[in-house]
């Protein structure tokens, strides 16, 4: 990455996840610009310790290789407009803004080099799953370029149509949101069964953390996990036989709870 010129636009919570791994990496500060009108505290972190150049509007001086689009949805059109005297015919955009689509991209930004990518918000801490796709103006170079971008975040997965990235919105863009969810149900369920409140959250808390980095450590399959510490006729698979159930239980509520983000999304990308 050395030598190339990136532009970040937003440097809100998610823009500054990437720009702090890249920054820690091999991306020069000397070759980033960041363009927000407001520089906020995790803005100012990262100024502070690594020196790159912070703007408030698109200077006309800043020729970039590639454009990270890390601002709202609603914001996309007055602000792609903007990023033209900064881009060269090649420059490649990549975007994480929700729900818009490489189409909306080219409206604004012309018939280009666009990868659209779904973060999720364990990107803050470097623990994050990012879906992305790549149109067909993206050379592999480029593409490569754009996995170690979007890799500073945590784990990248491609995926070959657009229409996936709904997709992958329901399940990890999603995702976290839906974890905390079921912390906050155990330690609620820990109160019902006599444990005082903040005892139950840290049960809860702790056993999701746990069990997610005990999946990802081990060479074993998540089914495989789960029947390691099933005892037959023991105490959890007692609880299992109520969450597994395939009319009332998890199952059926997961594959619900995917399809209507994934719904969502799609309804925003229309919008």
């Known amino acids: 990455m050395q030598g190339k010129r990136i532009l970040v636009l937003g440097g809100g919570n998610m823009g500054c996840a990437l ?30 310790k690594h020196r790159f150049r912070h703007e408030t509007s698109v200077p006309s001086d ?42 909306t991209l080219c409206v604004h930004l012309g018939d280009r080099p666009i990868v659209r990518a779904m973060p999720n918000t364990p990107a803050l801490i470097g623990r994050g799953v990012t879906g992305a796709f790549a149109n067909d103006n993206v050379s592999e170079e480029q593409k490569e370029i754009a996995d170690q971008l979007l890799s500073a975040s945590g784990q990248v997965e491609w995926v070959e149509t657009e229409e996936l990235i709904d997709a992958v919105t329901g ?3 999603s995702g976290p949101a839906y974890v905390f969810h079921l912390a906050e149900c155990m330690a609620r369920a820990g109160e019902a069964v006599g444990l005082p409140a903040d005892l139950a959250m840290r ?16 060479d ?12 037959p006729n023991g105490t959890t698979e007692a ?26 999304a799609i309804e925003l990308s229309k919008d």
């Open 19 to 48: 720009m702090g791994g890249w920054l820690n990496g091999d991306v020069d500060p000397n070759g980033l610009l960041v363009v927000d009108p407001n520089r906020g505290e995790a803005l100012a972190k990262l100024i502070e």
């Open 62 to 103: 800043f020729q970039a290789d590639v454009v990270l689009v890390a601002v709202k949805p609603q914001m996309m059109g007055k602000a792609l407009p903007a990023l033209m005297p900064a881009l060269g015919k090649r420059t490649l955009a990549v975007s994480i803004a929700a729900g818009t689509t490489v189409e």
């Open 171 to 173: 399940v990890s863009g």
């Open 203 to 218: 049960l809860a808390m702790h056993t999701v953390a746990g069990a997610g980095e005990l999946m990802i450590r081990s």
């Open 220 to 231: 074993e399959a998540p089914a495989k996990l789960r029947k390691n510490v099933t005892s």
């Open 239 to 264: 609880g299992l036989c109520v969450l597994m159930d395939e009319e009332n239980g998890l199952p059926p509520l997961i594959e619900k709870t995917v399809k209507a983000a994934r719904d969502r």
